[in-house]
């Protein structure tokens, strides 16, 4: 891996946002970049998923830019620059890797993992909030960053795995699987108040968490996962679509079945 042209990437940067550079790029805050950023790196998830190597390079370059458009605007606010950026993650990245940089490699990865939340814990010292929950500093749950439900659910049941809170296998998570689609139908019966409303969502919540159990105990990524079925979903849903415009016909006057059976034949087609 070679670094030669980065500071050609900070200069272009700063003359984009220098006195003679880019209106736009000027006008740019924190604020105003916090959705392209999420965007970029949702650009690179996907480019992964398809495998496209070309999207995949062109996608980090933008993702990098977004790091130093951002690290620029910092430093005109006096908050700190690119090279502080770097200096922080690789301190980090020495401080949380003993066994690579004292040279103790007699250490497997999972003993990396504990040794990693050991040292993230030495390092917090003062009291969080995470959403609704208040943690201690000292917690093992403690500093998580605001993730969407799904990846955080991953992020949670990962760590507390790490210290032994787990089941022993993947069965038993398929037994509680059940039982919280008993407690879903159960409370779905029951569902004609707003108060059992709101018991249908928690027992969906849990749904969710153990099938999030279930893909992180055999090493599935769930964000991963969902998404490729989205992909699937669209692709197989435009070739109903299509199959419908063929036939001459609409949403409106097709029936459930019909598109049952286009549905079917995307399925053939893959």
């Known amino acids: 891996?070679?670094?030669?042209?980065?500071?050609?990437?900070?200069?272009?940067?700063?003359?984009?946002?220098?006195?003679?550079?880019c209106p736009w790029d000027r006008q740019q805050s924190f604020d105003t970049l916090k959705p392209m950023l999420l965007e970029e790196a949702y650009e690179v998830l996907e480019a992964m998923d398809t495998n496209d190597h070309k999207a995949?390079?062109?996608?980090?370059?933008?993702?990098l830019f977004q790091i130093v458009f951002l690290s620029q605007i910092a430093e005109a606010e006096g908050f700190f620059d690119i090279e502080d950026v770097i200096s922080e993650v690789l301190n980090k990245m020495i401080r949380r890797h003993p066994h690579?940089?004292?040279?103790?490699?007699?250490i497997n990865s999972d003993q990396v993992l504990e040794s990693w939340e050991a040292?993230?814990?030495k390092e917090?010292?003062?009291?969080?909030?995470?959403?609704?929950?208040?943690?201690?500093?000292?917690?093992?749950?403690?500093?998580?960053?605001?993730l969407p439900a799904l990846l955080m659910a991953h992020k949670l049941t990962s760590k507390v795995s790490r210290v032994g809170f787990d089941w022993n296998k993947v069965d038993e998570i398929l037994v509680k699987l059940q039982e919280e689609i008993d407690e879903l139908k159960e409370a779905i019966e029951c569902s004609s108040d707003?108060?059992?409303?709101?018991?249908?969502e928690e027992e969906i919540g849990d749904l969710f968490f153990v099938m999030?159990?279930?893909?992180?105990?055999?090493?599935?990524?769930?964000?991963?996962?969902?998404?490729?079925?989205?992909?699937?979903?669209?692709?197989?849903?435009?070739?109903?679509?299509?199959?419908?415009?063929?036939?001459?016909?609409?949403?409106?006057?097709?029936?459930?079945?019909?598109?049952?059976?286009f549905w079917q034949e995307?399925?053939?087609a893959e």
């Open 194 to 200: 707003s108060g059992q409303r709101i018991q249908v």
């Open 100 to 106: 690579v940089f004292n040279k103790d490699k007699n």
């Open 56 to 63: 995949f390079c062109d996608e980090l370059g933008d993702l």
């Open 1 to 21: 891996m070679r670094g030669d042209k980065f500071p050609n990437l900070v200069r272009l940067v700063d003359q984009l946002r220098g006195p003679d550079g």
């Open 124 to 146: 917090r010292v003062s009291k969080v909030k995470t959403g609704n929950a208040k943690l201690q500093a000292d917690s093992i749950l403690a500093h998580l960053p605001t």
């Open 212 to 261: 999030v159990n279930i893909a992180r105990f055999l090493k599935v990524d769930p964000e991963t996962a969902l998404r490729k079925t989205n992909y699937k979903f669209i692709q197989r849903f435009q070739f109903v679509e299509e199959s419908l415009r063929k036939a001459g016909k609409n949403f409106k006057d097709s029936s459930v079945e019909e598109m049952e059976q």
């Open 266 to 268: 995307a399925k053939k």
């Open 119 to 121: 040292i993230k814990r």
